[in-house]
């Protein structure tokens, strides 16, 4: 089992940087993957990033290619998003997921934090 915090989330402009920060309690995070997603209003839950265990292997959506970063720190047990370039569409509620299979693909999470929200204004 692992627990999961999201925080980080707050209004920013647009072209504007954040960094989320996810902490993980609990045994083993070096066991998981991990990976961000995001929620707009009205909308489904989408695929945002994902990294592997060691941090070797990183995945994106296509829209935050070349804007976003995925990163871990094991010996802090935190997983990080920094998102730059930030556009209004980037606005949604930012969710934390971990998952004992590979990182390369996007389904499979089985634990959630909270979500934290970002809003990106224009």
């Known amino acids: 089992q692992v627990q999961l915090v999201e925080s980080g989330g707050r209004l920013v402009q647009a072209g504007g940087s954040l960094r989320l920060s996810c902490t993980a309690s609990g045994r083993d995070f070096m066991r998981y993957s991990m990976g961000w997603f995001r929620q707009a209003p009205g909308k489904p839950r989408d695929f945002v990033a994902t990294i592997s265990w060691n941090g070797d292997s990183t995945y994106y959506a296509e829209s935050v290619k070349d804007r976003f970063t995925i990163s871990r720190d094991n010996d802090k047990n935190v997983v990080y998003l920094q998102m730059n370039s930030l556009k209004p569409e980037d606005t949604a509620v930012y969710y934390c997921?971990?998952?004992?299979?590979?990182?390369?693909?996007?389904?499979?999470?089985?634990?959630w934090g909270q979500g934290t929200q970002v809003t990106v204004s224009s």
């Open positions: 997921a971990a998952k004992e299979g590979l990182a390369q693909s996007p389904s499979g999470f089985g634990f």
